[in-house]
């Protein structure tokens, strides 16, 4: 019987060959044979990384031509993944060579350039960071990256920021009876936080640190997430409800694809996944039922297709009349 490779898997085989070719390189310098023979185990893992990230970048480029930019790029981290990931003895075999130190910083130095240039002048084109950062890196990363400074930026700058209501909306809240039960859940995370880390820090420092970093960012984001709900709310603007739920959630709803708000949803189409439920730790008080479906961009990336939004609203009817107001 044949077996066929699943189509995801096959589309990160070129990443996930080449990751593995350069972990047991890397396993290898590390090994009694590469301490006795450094100058060829330094060479080797030297071929190793680059021949495997070229590799890989020829996979994945359009027609299998990388840009010389790209090539640039990838020889740029091969240098840094060759000097820092070595064992010591192969290390040392780089470092004892002017000449292959001399290329590979010409080569960082000369990506480095050329990728402020890039940057630059993307910026000035489209006014946008996370655009002009997508000229040198890929996508996938700098967008949670961007995702995480803004995320960080709300938590710790934004104290006191207006609500962002744009000229000619109508804001809707939705955060008053939220924001206290999810105040009182930082409280216990920080009081959780400080007992657990203290626990751990008997048996492992090191374990209760990595713990203690990881639920610092929960706080901060839960934090961000408080801020959020009261700066983002639901807007009425002309032809559409711009329905937005903090920072996770930000789409327009067309007017005219607003079928019935007078029918709630039934606690079994809540739990559908056609129906966006936004009324968080509570039931909702508004149900928008879709004449035809809509796709959405969900929060982790990707998209998804709804035929109806619950939302629960510090003013209900008003938002009702407003809707009916724009009819």
């Given at each position: 019987m044949t077996r066929v490779i699943p189509a995801?898997?096959?589309?990160?085989?070129?990443?996930?060959?080449?990751?593995?070719?350069?972990?047991?390189?890397?396993?290898?310098?590390?090994?009694?044979?590469?301490?006795a023979n450094a100058g060829w185990a330094a060479l080797l893992f030297a071929w190793?990384?680059?021949?495997?990230?070229?590799?890989?970048?020829?996979?994945?480029?359009?027609?299998?031509?990388?840009?010389?930019?790209q090539i640039l790029g990838c020889l740029s981290l091969a240098s840094i993944i060759i000097i820092i990931g070595a064992a010591a003895p192969v290390r040392d075999v780089y470092l004892s060579m002017p000449s292959v130190m001399i290329a590979g910083g010409a080569t960082l130095a000369l990506f480095a350039g050329w990728s402020s240039l890039r940057v630059a002048r993307a910026a000035r084109a489209t006014g946008s960071i996370a655009e002009a950062l997508e000229e040198v890196l890929p996508a996938r990363m700098v967008r949670p990256a961007i995702k995480e400074a803004r995320m960080l930026h709300l938590a710790l700058l934004r104290w006191g920021a207006p609500a962002d209501v744009p000229v000619g909306s109508r804001s809707f809240a939705y955060h008053t009876y939220l924001?206290?039960?999810?105040?009182?859940?930082?409280?216990?995370q920080v009081i959780e936080l400080s007992v657990v880390h203290f626990l751990l820090m008997l048996w492992s420092p090191t374990v209760a640190w990595v713990l203690f970093?990881?639920?610092?960012?929960?706080?901060?984001?839960t934090l961000a997430l408080i801020k959020s709900f009261r700066i983002y709310p639901v807007l009425v603007t002309g032809d559409h409800v711009r329905v937005r739920?903090?920072?996770?959630?930000?789409?327009?709803?067309?007017?005219s694809a607003?079928?019935?708000?007078?029918?709630?949803?039934?606690?079994?189409?809540?739990?559908a996944k056609s129906v966006l439920n936004l009324a968080i730790?509570?039931?909702?008080?508004?149900?928008l039922r879709l004449a035809q479906p809509i796709t959405i961009p969900s929060f982790f990336g990707g998209e998804r297709e709804i035929t109806g939004v619950a939302l629960?609203?510090?003013?209900?009817?008003?938002?009702?009349?407003?809707l009916k107001r724009q009819d």
């Open positions: 995801p898997l096959l589309k990160a085989l070129p990443i996930i060959l080449p990751l593995a070719a350069i972990g047991l390189a890397r396993l290898l310098t590390y090994s009694a044979w590469a301490a190793v990384v680059a021949d495997a990230l070229l590799l890989a970048l020829t996979a994945k480029a359009p027609k299998h031509k990388p840009e010389t930019f924001t206290p039960m999810l105040i009182t859940i930082v409280v216990l970093a990881l639920s610092v960012w929960g706080v901060v984001w739920s903090g920072m996770i959630h930000d789409f327009a709803v067309p007017l607003i079928a019935d708000v007078k029918r709630a949803f039934t606690s079994e189409e809540l739990e730790l509570s039931a909702p008080n508004i149900s629960r609203l510090d003013d209900s009817a008003a938002f009702l009349a407003e």
